[in-house]
């Protein structure tokens, strides 16, 4: 559900960005001010996992299309909702600098979106209310569920709302609405199913962590090493057979507009699109040099092939896992120097 710039008008696509810096600069606040030192290389190796995660988009069945774990609920269970915030907007940062993964003008909106709603709403309002004080199985099960098909269900419709008010594109607001809806609500179905086996790994072997304790003297190199095996295994073999699959987003253009993708329509548009090329250094997720070619040989189409092994793949999985870890690691390292001056 990474919105692309074409889909928003500058003044659309300028608000949404002020908004999510806003949402970011007080989540760095609440953050500094509650710090809990051992959480600072949980939001770095998750932010990894998130990454790598995000790379393997699963079929949906008898539609064609495919989804990817947005990875919002997994960082507010874990993180709570402020480091999680944080987290996904670097995830998604380094998606769009250095892999073409949404418009740079659409970040404001994608990290909105794919932030926002599972951890500012979804987890305090739906997970938080099921799941009580004394987490269980069959709680955590029909809490993470829920809520992650809430939380996708609203960033879907946020992405139809501000494609409307944009105004550039001819998706009609109803067709296109009940097309992003229904998708997103099978695809927030899995995302439960893959968040629930996330959470109730580490619920086995660190409790305290699902029940937003202190972690205190609690020993969590274990799970920070196990998590850092399935990041760098998830990143370097299984996204090779990631589905080939438009996703729900790129599916629900193509069902009205016959193209997965529309033509950027401004000089700014433009712009971006030249800044975005020169930072990508591995497009789509692949070496430059072999999207260029894929580009030349079939213009504005993704390769069909399945499984798509590719050492570009595999190392720009790893790449950005370790880009992500690199990035959340600073910024909370740096929160961490800041609050005790």
């Known amino acids: 559900m990474h919105m692309a710039d074409a889909l928003l008008s500058p003044a659309v696509g300028g608000a949404m960005w002020t908004v999510t810096a806003g949402l970011a600069a007080y989540s760095a606040k609440k953050v500094q001010k509650n710090l809990d030192e051992k959480k600072v290389p949980l939001m ?3 932010g990894a996992f998130i990454f790598a995660a995000q790379m393997i988009n699963f079929t949906i069945p008898a539609t064609g299309s495919s989804g990817h774990l947005g990875g919002g609920m997994i960082l507010a269970i874990l993180l709570g909702p402020w480091a999680a915030f944080l987290t996904i907007a670097s995830v998604l940062t380094v998606q769009a600098l250095f892999f073409a993964d949404g418009g740079l003008l659409a970040l404001g909106c994608n990290v909105f979106n794919l932030g926002f709603f599972p951890c500012f709403i979804a987890y305090p309002f739906i997970y938080r209310q099921i799941v009580g004080t004394d987490p269980s199985q069959r709680r955590l099960f029909f809490a993470i569920t829920t809520a992650s098909v809430v939380g996708l269900q609203l960033g879907a419709f946020s992405v139809v709302l501000e494609t409307f008010f944009s105004g550039l594109s001819e998706l009609p607001f109803t067709a296109f609405l009940l097309l992003m809806q229904p998708i997103h609500l099978a695809i927030g179905f899995v995302e439960g199913l893959i968040t629930t086996a996330v959470i109730l790994f580490i619920w086995r072997e660190r409790p305290e962590i699902i029940r937003v ?3 205190g003297k609690l020993a969590i190199k274990p799970i920070l090493v196990s998590l850092l095996a399935i990041t760098l295994v998830t990143a370097g073999i299984f996204s090779s057979f990631a589905s080939s699959d438009p996703d729900g987003l790129e599916w629900s253009i193509s069902a009205i507009t016959g193209q997965e993708e529309l033509e950027n329509s401004t000089g700014l548009h433009n712009i971006l699109a030249e800044i975005q090329k020169k930072t990508s250094f591995f497009p789509d997720y692949t070496l430059a040099s072999s999207a260029a070619t894929a580009e030349a040989e079939s213009p504005g189409k993704k390769s069909a092939s ?17 880009l992500t870890l690199l990035l959340v690691g600073l910024i909370g390292k740096g929160l961490q120097l800041t609050a005790k001056h």
């Open 213 to 215: 304790e202190p972690l």
């Open 44 to 46: 770095g190796v998750l």
């Open 306 to 322: 399945w499984p798509t092994v590719d050492n570009g793949t595999s190392a720009a999985g790893i790449a950005g896992s370790v």
